[in-house]
């Protein structure tokens, strides 16, 4: 998992008559390349918790996201993210990592402000099961939360829930040579992304089933977005 590693539009009556189209009768459709409607379709079971209008609002902290280049490009990316996020929850369907006994494991005591919520509060949370102590301090300083004191909040708000998801993707490259966001943007392909989140846990050989779960959930999404899911789809 990612986990154990780990902002506005145009009218829709500006847009191509296209993009129109996908959007009608959704008010958010402008502000993020997916549709609410398409959102529901990739997610019909996920937990009430994770919501669009959050997703939404989190996607205000990273600009860029599903927001840089062609309008083939932002599609890839929004598909390339919510699978992964699919994977790793679920479909949406689990908020919090359902092991407990793994819990303490995901304190590091080798970092100088160590596990002030305690050694089992660093489990996996949120769209892409944040875990790690140290994962948690990063996150928070760059969202401006004391994710590092308060962790149950990435299991508690929606909206941050959905951030640390995107702070991950848009910021960290894991054991990977890019973050996610870069792949995407700059044609890398989607098996780049899974080495971001999970390297050779998956990839050269390392799960083949996990990883073609990725890669079958992003072709899925790219479908429901009505774009093509580009080259580099394994890793």
Known sequence: MAALLLVCGLLVSALPAAAAGEARGDHHAPRFVVGEAQFERMFPDRDPFFTYDGLVEATEAYPAFARTGSRTTRKQEAAAFLANISHETGGLFY?????PDMYPIFCDDTQPYGCPAGRDAYYGRGAIMLSWNFN???AG???GLDLLNNPWLVETDPAVAWMTALWYWNTQSGPGTMTGH??????????QTIWSLNGSAEC???NPAQMEHR???YK?????????PGRGLTC
């Open 215 to 217: 890669v079958e959930l």
């Open 204 to 206: 050269n050989g390392g």
């Open 141 to 143: 300083d760059a969202l």
């Open 220 to 228: 899925q999404f790219t479908r429901v977005l009505r774009t093509t």
């Open 182 to 191: 870069d792949a995407m943007v700059n044609k890398k392909g989607f098996g």
């Open 95 to 99: 908020v919090v990592s359902q092991n």
């Open 136 to 138: 948690y301090k990063a």
